[in-house]
């Protein structure tokens, strides 16, 4: 019987507007290539980002509400590791939710 898995929650929280957008863009290119599961926004409200407790730690990244990165460049290599390490969390070989 093939189980259907909850999607990951990812926030991509930027206030640069057109680089958030292209980083939620590139997340999105990449679950869908690798058949992720997932959820992705683009926040780029200071306010939300303060109640994530980020003002001044942007761009950041949040997975499941949790911070997997903040206040440093976002690079596509980096977003490539991190939709591996989700598919294996996924699959429930490399940790749990």
Known sequence: MNEKKDP????????????????????????REQSLQAEIWSVGCFLEIARWGLTGQTPALLVDGHTICSGGPISDGMLQRLVQGLLKMQAGTGGGR
């Open 8 to 31: 990951i929650s990812i926030r991509v929280l930027d206030p640069d507007p057109e680089r958030g957008a292209v980083t939620a863009d590139t997340l999105r290119r990449l679950a």
